[in-house]
């Protein structure tokens, strides 16, 4: 079973609009960290957050903002005032108590100016 | 401080031929793995290491070989290159498991 779905495959959304990128993780661990990273057209992967199990607490960063609940096994991601240079493609990750990451398949962000 | 280091960054092979790809970190990490990245397929684990001397396996490992013999090299092997092998292969690593990872530029390697 996919341990991290993303089923958001592409978004297209015009500058300055707000948009929410999905993540469902599945793990049966008390103890887990959840990462999302965002891949530019330059190809590199850039680390954006993480988060452990035990922390529910929303985070913010500038436009960047992040929902935490383990009711719905869910890490969603929000940029608020979108701009061009945020498309790219982001992806979920979970580490559960085995040694391995598990990545989404992604979701294409495209920013429309 | 170079962070983490791939080579070469393409690479075209023949069906059959072998070859290694290098990674190589000077963040003195104890965790290294390497991915692939296929169209609508995510990332996807080939192999990992927790530490020099240990490696195991990830989600598709077939076709590929990893040693760990010192903190800062992970080199991937591919001992008989097959077309399903065509993809982008990140390396990464990391300070910790519960860390974030740091990835290398990539490798994109066509076969052919």
């Known amino acids: 079973a996919q341990k991290v779905t993303q089923a958001q495959t592409e978004i297209s959304v015009v500058e300055k609009e707000d948009v929410t990128l999905d993540c469902v993780y599945e793990t049966r661990d008390t103890t887990y960290y959840l990462f999302w990273y965002k891949q530019p057209p330059s190809g590199e992967l850039v680390f954006l957050i993480r988060?452990?199990?035990?922390?529910?607490q929303n985070e913010i960063s500038g436009r960047y903002s992040w929902n935490f609940q383990k009711s719905t096994s869910s890490f969603n991601f929000t940029i608020t005032a979108s701009q061009v240079v945020d498309s790219a493609v982001y992806f979920c990750a979970l580490r559960d108590t085995g040694n391995q990451f598990y990545f989404g398949t992604g979701t294409s962000l495209t920013v429309i100016p | 401080n170079a962070g983490v280091t791939q080579t070469p960054k393409f690479q075209v092979l023949k069906t059959g031929q072998s070859m290694t790809l290098q990674c190589a970190q000077d963040?003195?990490?104890?965790?290294m793995s390497w991915y692939r990245q296929d169209p609508g397929m995510g990332l996807r684990l080939i192999h990992y290491s927790v530490g020099a001397g240990i490696t195991d396996q990830g989600e598709v490992p077939n076709g590929y070989n990893v040693s760990r013999s010192t903190t800062e090299d992970f080199p991937l092997r591919l001992l008989s290159a097959a077309p399903s092998q065509t993809s982008v292969y990140f390396c990464?690593?990391?300070?910790?498991?519960?860390?974030?990872?740091?990835f290398g530029p990539g490798t994109r390697l066509t076969v052919t």
């Open positions: 963040m003195n990490h104890e965790y």
């Open positions: 988060r452990n199990s035990f922390d529910e």
């Open positions: 990464a690593s990391s300070p910790g498991l519960s860390l974030e990872q740091y």
